[in-house]
Structure formats: C-alpha cells, structure tokens
C-alpha cells in the first residue's frame, strides 16, 4: 500500500512492514538507515554496476542484477555483456541517494558492487581476500586469518584495508592503480593468499574444495574481473541485520560481527567514514607478485578439473 511518505523525492510504500523473518525491523528501519549512513554507502556504489539482495515478503531474498521494467528512468544504468548467460544486463548505477532509497523502498538490503566501475577501460580498481572460516569457526578465526594477509601485503611493500563481512567472515581491500589488467590483478591475487597460507598452513588454506579445507579458514583469492563484493556499510540478511564494517586493524581482536547492525552503525560513524579513512592510495602491483600468481593455477579451472578426475576415479573403483 501507499503512503504519503516521501524521502528526497522517492515515494514511500509499506514502511511499517517487517523487512524479514529474524530482522526485528520493519522496512522503515531500513529506510532510515539508508538515510543516516547513505552517503557513505552512495561514495562506495559509485559508477559500479551494482547487484543488490532483495527479499520480499512469503519469499526467499534473491540477488536482482537486471533493473525492472518499472525501474525510474533518473535511476543511471550501465549494459553489461554477460557471457554465463548470454545476453546483455541492465545494471543500476547507485550514484545518489534518491536511487539508494528507491532501493531501499524495494527493499533491496544487500549491495554488492564490482570492482570494476562503468568504464572498464582502466581495470579492477581493488584487488579482494575474502576470509571463510570453516564450519564451527568463529570470526575470531577470520581475523587471524586477515591478519595473515596483511602480513603478506607488508612483505610485499603493499596495504589493504578490513571490513566485515557481516557475517563471520572478513575482507581485505587492497587498492591498485589504474590500468592494471585482470588477469595480473588476478595472478596477484592468488599469489598473495598462497604466501599467507605458507605462513601458517595449519591454519589456513587456498584449497578451493570444501572438503579439502580441512577445518581451516579458507583464503578466497577468486574475488576479481567482474565479481562482486558487498559494499561496506551494506546491511546483510541475517538475524538482527548485521552490516558489513569497516575496522582499524588493531581492533580485529576487540570486535565481533554482531556489534555492528543497522541499528547501531549510525551513531558509530557519526559524521566519519572510517572505510574511505582507512583506505591506503592505489598502489603499483610488485611483478614478481604478479610472476608468482601466474605460476598459481586458476582455483575454480583446477577445482573443475579435479571434479572431474575425482568423479571418474569413483566410477572406476
């Protein structure tokens, strides 16, 4: 149903409805964390094309890459060619806060952007560690292991920047240079999760497999090309409404997930935004990282092919 409630233009439908089965918040709490910590949020979405996680009420959330057909035409789009489905996709470009609150009034509360912007003539503009810890593992897991890429990131004269994932992961941001291809940010990718796994490899694993992670944090390295990562200050779909937030590498132990929700990010921030605050200026690729992580083979080709091989070693035995 309508209301006669407006915020910078976009009409407001619904807002007392609950957002999702364990928010405890309706649609309006969403709205109005958008409004108290959106330009942050908007600064990140910028020129990116943006999927975002919607969740409907009596449904499942599912990821909306396509805009709608009743999408506004002020809300900037970007086409997109995409080659696992053939066809062109129409992408939002969430560049201010009328389109992030229409958004909102979707009740899309998830955004998860490339990390490459509308234009891919200059490349991915951040390489990406995304820390899994394994079944039974808690965040403090994940934060070991960030600290295990930041390690790697110094002896390789870069830095990067940690946020949580919102759930009980964590993701590192390394910003690189315009110009850099894919697949060297890719390959430096790769190298730099294999040089912290030979930090500790009792601890962790570049080991793309499930079952061969054995219990340790998984340090993700295949968040390149045209993936996506959710943003920082992106609320998440989990009990409570979690967000995704930035921290100072000192705090890694002092923090949990859960101390970070949409009810409690707006008076943490305040008037900063400790993500651009923390983010270190785009740095130059070392070659002999990017050497090293063409040597790595690609994660999801090599899973592929063992599938393949496991599966039929099965059927011969």
Not at 66 to 86: C, D, G, H, Q
Not at 120 to 133: A, E, K, R, Y
């Amino acid at each position: 149903m309508a209301s006669d409630e407006v915020r910078r233009g976009v009409p407001v439908t619904n807002p007392d409805q609950p957002l999702f089965d364990g928010a405890e918040a309706t649609k309006r709490d969403l709205l109005d964390y958008l409004e108290a910590i959106g330009e942050r949020l908007v600064r990140v979405l910028r020129d990116r094309p943006l999927s975002v996680v919607r969740v409907r009420p009596g449904q499942e959330p599912f990821m909306q890459k396509n805009l709608p057909k009743y999408t506004p035409e002020w809300v900037r789009r970007t086409t997109v060619w995409a080659e696992s489905s053939r066809r062109e996709i129409s992408y939002a470009l969430c560049d201010d806060m009328p389109t992030l609150l229409w958004f909102g009034n979707q009740r899309a509360v998830e955004y998860h952007p490339t990390l490459v912007t509308s234009d891919p003539g200059p490349g991915p503009t951040h390489l990406v560690l995304d820390l899994d810890p394994s079944p039974g593992q808690t965040f403090r897991h994940a934060a070991e292991a960030a600290r295990l890429i930041r390690a790697a990131l110094t002896d390789a004269g870069l830095a990067g920047a940690v946020k949580t994932s919102g759930a009980k992961g964590a993701h590192v941001f390394v910003p690189i240079t315009p110009g850099t291809r894919h697949e060297d940010a890719a390959a430096a990718t790769r190298a730099i999760a294999a040089r912290a796994e030979r930090l500790d490899p009792g601890f962790a694993t570049t080991a793309f497999i499930k079952e061969d992670r054995g219990g340790k944090v998984f340090l993700d390295p295949t968040r390149t090309g045209g993936a996506t990562v959710v943003a920082a200050y992106s609320p998440r779909i989990r009990p409570g409404v979690p967000v995704s937030f930035p921290l100072d590498w000192a705090d890694l132990d002092e923090v949990t997930p859960a101390d970070f929700t949409m009810r409690t990010v707006p008076a943490l921030v305040a008037d900063t935004d400790p993500w651009s605050a923390a983010m270190p200026e785009p740095q130059v690729l070392p070659g002999d990282l990017v050497a090293e992580g063409h040597t790595i083979p690609i994660p999801r080709v090599q899973a592929m092919h063992e599938g393949k091989r496991r599966a039929r070693a099965r059927r011969t035995t």
